[in-house]
């Protein structure tokens, strides 16, 4: 036994011990929401190439009443490191904590069980954790957002002083007179289908809101305009916009509440009411405006059978390309909701439009510009938009 233990004494002490970390700081990690301390240390003399540094323990003992408690290990790094940040969750703000960095080595032993060698640095001064106002590292992000702000409060002073604003044309927009007035020398009826979602959806919202520019020219034009819908809320809101727009053009007469009616909330059931009336009735033009799934192949195909002109608007992007295979205009994506603004002319509508446009084009010439100048190694304009700790 004494030989055994001999033994064992010899191997550990031949076992090297790493030379201890140095100059511990800790303070609070910048630009974060709280709950982190960063941890600096100069590095082990024994953490180089062929080092017998393995990695450092980050210790962590919280100051109460001016004693630190017990040290507890929050995290380790691997050699060559020499900086943690506390993110574990433990950190309370406003409380103070100090910090030990344990250098290792690790070796096995006689019994081939693996062991560890510690070194000890000094304690921290205290440091504690808060939150910060501001985000330094995303001040590109506020420059954006401040040059985006300016562009619309200026496009909508422009439209309030009467400025005739060029926006870009919509293709399925512009061709809406055109579809009402076929259904007009026809003497057929309108279709308006708002989607399936509720009132509480923006694609909805969007949808109503085209619903009553084509009733104003429905009324005008004294065409029949049926309005199919699967929601209750979407059913009131939609007669309430359909009895305005019939009022708006000096013909509260011709208004009809069966204009606008439920058929069921059930998605293929909806699909299945819409497509029986469109077969009988044969409408001159339908508008599939709003939120669609699966169902919208069918209705689109439906009314594409039987010869109606089809406008079409949504922003499910999965949905969009059964649309542009079988209508005649389809408005895709931010068109939908561009037009209240296309439509309405209202100055405060246009003028955000016509803004956010500007930053669009800014942020594509943005682009462009990158790409000539990292192509060529001139600048990184990439960093200008880098957000770090993300």
Not at 105 to 127: F, G, K, V
Not at 193 to 207: F, K, R
Request: aromatic share 8%; charged share 20%; glycine share 8%.
């Amino acid at each position: 036994m004494e030989a055994v233990a001999d033994s064992l004494t010899d191997t550990l002490s031949t076992v090297p011990v790493p030379a201890a970390p140095a100059a511990i700081t800790a303070a609070d990690t910048p630009d974060d929401a709280g709950g982190s301390i960063s941890v600096r240390w100069e590095a082990s003399p024994d953490d180089h190439d062929g080092g017998i540094v393995d990695g450092y323990l980050v210790l962590r003992a919280e100051v109460i009443d001016g004693q630190a408690g017990e040290f507890k290990e929050v995290g380790d790094v691997a050699a060559g490191a020499a900086e943690y940040s506390s993110e574990d969750g433990n950190v309370v703000d406003g409380h103070s904590y100090v910090y030990q960095v344990v250098a290792f080595n690790n070796y096995y032993d006689a019994n081939s069980d693996l062991q560890r060698t510690l070194s000890e640095s000094e304690t921290s001064a205290p440091a504690s954790s808060s939150a910060q106002w501001f985000n330094k590292q995303r001040t590109n992000v506020l420059v954006a957002t401040l040059l985006l702000c300016i562009f619309i409060i200026y496009y909508i002073s422009q439209a309030k002083s009467g400025k005739s604003l060029f926006i870009r044309k919509i293709a399925g927009l512009e061709a809406i007179d055109e579809a009402v007035g076929r259904a007009t020398e026809m003497g057929r009826k309108i279709f308006y289908v708002p989607g399936i979602g509720d009132m509480d959806n923006m694609m909805t919202i969007a949808a109503i809101t085209i619903l009553g520019r084509v009733a104003e020219l429905a009324a005008q034009y004294e065409t029949y305009l049926d309005v199919p819908v699967c929601r209750s809320m979407v059913m009131v809101t939609a007669r309430e916009v359909v009895k305005e727009a019939h009022s708006k053009v000096g013909r509260p007469d011709s208004y009809k509440e069966d204009q606008v009616h439920y058929l069921t909330d059930d998605q293929f059931g909806y699909a299945a009411g819409v497509d029986g009336m469109v077969v009988r009735e044969k409408p001159a033009t339908i508008f599939l405006m709003g939120q669609f799934f699966a169902e919208s192949l069918i209705l689109a195909e439906t009314g594409n059978s039987i010869g109606a002109i089809q406008i079409a608007g949504t922003a499910m992007p999965s949905q969009l390309p059964f649309f542009v295979a079988s209508c005649d205009y389809t408005l895709i994506g931010e068109e939908l909701f561009a037009a209240s603004a296309y439509l309405s002319k209202e100055p405060k509508l246009l003028g955000s439009l016509k803004g956010q446009d500007v930053g669009k084009a800014m942020i594509l010439i943005a682009i462009i510009l990158g790409i000539i100048l990292e192509t060529a190694g001139i600048f990184q304009l990439s960093n200008l938009f880098t957000v770090i700790g993300d």
